[in-house]
């Protein structure tokens, strides 16, 4: 399995417009960070988590051409805004049956299918993406061998979902996890979490608490996403060194291989 980090900024992306700090006029690269979305991809089966407002940047940088199924976390606008942007790849897909599912809960569905209708009316000439809504609720096999298992979690005081994936689990915009939800994560190898700044907030987890529930967890890896732009990358970096070699600070073109 390979996972490719399209983007591991917070919602205002880094640099922030207009921000003059450090970190959003730093030239290093890693300090460049998009809304936050990744690709999963296992035997020529491609699965995107969230489509970000940044999904067309997202897909020329790194050169994505297929999507087989999306996964959506939650519906704020940093994760679903992007969405339209899915039309190309139904254009791509050589196949007569050019849909791609997507799955997601079912208040996540609802909402989508509501504040984006015209996907879901009747198919005309016009332009736009071709998708199927699934709600899922439980563990589904999605490909023979590829296990998807949504964690749910709280962001702030709403319920959304992470994912786990065979042995790899994605967990952003959490401020709590139910014991539940943990143990749905038992025995996964890499995590990618919500790690949003130093300072408490309240619909997000710190540096600090998402150590902490990496530490309950005790996969082989864990990575940090959602990054804010008081976190520069040479600095976190330096603090997961010495705090555990276990811990790594995501960039925007990641690459983990499973």
Known sequence: MKILVL?????????????RCKVCTSENPKNKRLRPSILVSENN??????????????ALKFNIVNIDAVLYTHTHADHIFGIDDLRMFNYLKKQD??????????????????????????????SKPYLITNII???????????????PVYHGKNLINGYRINDFAYV????????????LLKGIKVLMIDALRFDSHKTHFS???????????NP????????????????????????????IPSYDGLSIEL
Do not use: W
């Open 172 to 183: 952003t915009d959490v401020s709590s996890m139910p014991e539940s939800s943990l143990s």
């Open 97 to 126: 049956n050019k849909f791609i599912p997507i799955y997601a809960s079912e208040t996540a569905v609802n909402f989508i299918k509501d504040k984006f209708d015209y996907i879901f009316k009747e198919k005309t000439e016009s």
């Open 45 to 58: 089966f491609d699965i995107l988590i969230d489509t970000a407002p940044d999904l067309r940047t997202q």
């Open 137 to 151: 609720k439980e563990s589904l096999e999605i490909k023979p061998g590829l296990f998807i298992t949504p964690i």
């Open 7 to 19: 983007g591991c900024g917070t919602s205002t992306g880094v640099p922030l417009i207009g921000c």
């Open 207 to 217: 540096i600090a608490e998402a150590i902490t529930v990496a530490e309950k967890i």
């Open 220 to 247: 082989h890896r864990t990575y940090f996403t959602h990054m804010g732009h008081n976190i520069d990358y040479d600095e976190i970096k330096e603090i997961c060194s010495c705090k555990s070699e276990k811990l």
